[in-house]
Every structure is written in structure tokens, then in C-alpha cells.
């Protein structure tokens, strides 16, 4: 993993919504960011592009749908495709980063979240975008960790 000199934008693509979320300038935390309509691949594309734009991107993280055994099914594939069309829109770097369970994550983060003091939960159900935003900042803020554990280890 190379080094950065902007944000970096997570990406939890679906083919309804997709999650995304933004790095602070230094590539330390990830953040929410919001939900874009994944339903128009072309919309979508220029949309990224002009993100990327607004707030001085410098890479993209996907998450990248494997199969449990670690395996590229379908969608796997369909991720990899889109990336390949990011890159040529934007000319930036663009990571795909194993997702696995992240979606599940988000649930269990989300529930912890709604749950009050005395251990019931405030709202049953929240949108689904929410979801996709924390998947986003999974995805990325894991994706940030383990770059900045190879630069520990480059150090020593």
C-alpha cells in the first residue's frame, strides 16, 4: 500500500444504494459520507468522479464481495469490473479490500447503537442506508488500519 496525500473514499457498492464514506486528510479515521443511488452505473461513476473532486480524493477503497472460502463469486467479479471503470474515470488509485461480514458488522454496530442503558432497543429497524454507510467506513477505516500497521512495521 503506497502512501497518500489527501482522503481516501470508501465505497460500499450495491446495486440499489451505495454506501460511502470519507478518510480526514491524513488517512487516520473514516467517516460517514452518505448514500449514493446505485441503479444508473453511469450517474454513479460521475458522481465518485465528482466527490473525488470536491474533496481533493487521492484513492478509493471498494469493498470487494468474496465468498467465505475467499473465493470470486458473481458479484465479486461485478465489483471488479466497476473498479476497473473507476480507474478509468478518475485516474486515481482504486484498492479493492475484502468486505467480508462487514455488512454484518454494520448491523450489530447499528443495534448497539439503539440500544439504551437499560438494554432495550430504542428503534427496531433503521434505514437501510444506514447500513451501507457503516459498511462504507468498515471497510475503509479497516483498509486504513492495516496500512498504517505495514508503516509501523516498515519503521522497525
Not at 478518510?23 to 452518505?34: C, F, H, K, N, V
Not at 427496531?124 to 457503516?134: A, E, L
Amino acid at each position: 500500500m503506497s502512501a497518500h496525500t489527501g482522503p481516501l473514499l470508501g465505497i460500499d457498492l450495491g446495486t440499489k444504494r451505495v454506501g460511502i464514506s470519507l478518510s480526514d486528510p491524513e488517512g487516520r479515521i473514516a467517516l460517514r459520507y452518505g448514500v449514493l443511488d446505485g441503479t444508473d452505473e453511469s450517474a454513479l461513476l460521475g458522481r465518485l468522479a465528482g466527490i473525488a473532486e470536491e474533496e481533493s480524493v487521492c484513492e478509493f477503497v471498494i469493498g470487494h464481495p468474496k465468498n467465505m472460502d475467499g473465493s470470486h463469486g458473481e458479484k465479486a467479479e461485478w465489483v471488479e469490473a466497476f473498479r476497473v471503470k473507476l480507474v478509468a474515470r478518475v485516474s486515481l488509485p482504486v484498492h479493492l479490500w475484502d468486505e467480508r461480514l462487514t455488512s454484518v458488522q454494520a448491523e450489530r454496530t447499528l443495534l448497539a447503537s439503539r440500544t439504551g442503558a437499560n438494554g432495550r432497543i430504542r428503534k427496531k429497524k433503521g434505514p437501510k442506508s444506514d447500513v451501507d454507510q457503516i459498511a462504507a467506513v468498515l471497510i475503509l477505516q479497516s483498509f486504513l488500519d492495516r496500512r498504517a500497521s505495514e508503516a509501523r512495521e516498515d519503521r522497525t
